[in-house]
């Protein structure tokens, strides 16, 4: 993620200042773009899971609407996308992605990178909780 963002860095450097974290960052930097990690069709499935975990939690009476209110005055999903721990900006948001994690196993930072990279909406509408409802 790093090596992404900072075009120049020096692997080396990030493990010699981070240790064990500077070694991850190295190693999501080899893995590639987000496309060559999640596919559309995975992440449309993962996106049918987290609308699935959404609407199990509006029918726990939880407003959904409340929950992104933040990422939508900011106009993105940058809140979202952030997995640093260094903004706690919902601990109900951030419980919900854990469990959207333990469903499908899919590393946090991939799976809001390719619904962000995809286009993919992540609010639950009135015709996903239709659709949902059905199943």
Known sequence: MALHIVKKADKRT??????????????????????????RKRAEELLLE???ILLAH?????????????QA????QERLIETTGQVSHSDELEALKDKLFVVTGEDQFD???????YNLDFKLTSSDRSRLAIN
């Open 111 to 117: 799976t809001w990178l390719a619904f962000e990279h």
């Open 73 to 76: 005055s900011s106009g993105n």
């Open 50 to 52: 987290w609308k699935r």
């Open 14 to 39: 990030l493990v010699e200042h981070f240790g064990a974290a500077g070694q991850m960052i190295m190693n999501d930097a080899e893995n590639g773009d987000i496309t060559e990690r999640v596919s």
């Open 58 to 70: 509006e029918k726990e009476g939880n407003d959904l609407e409340g929950l992104f209110a933040e």
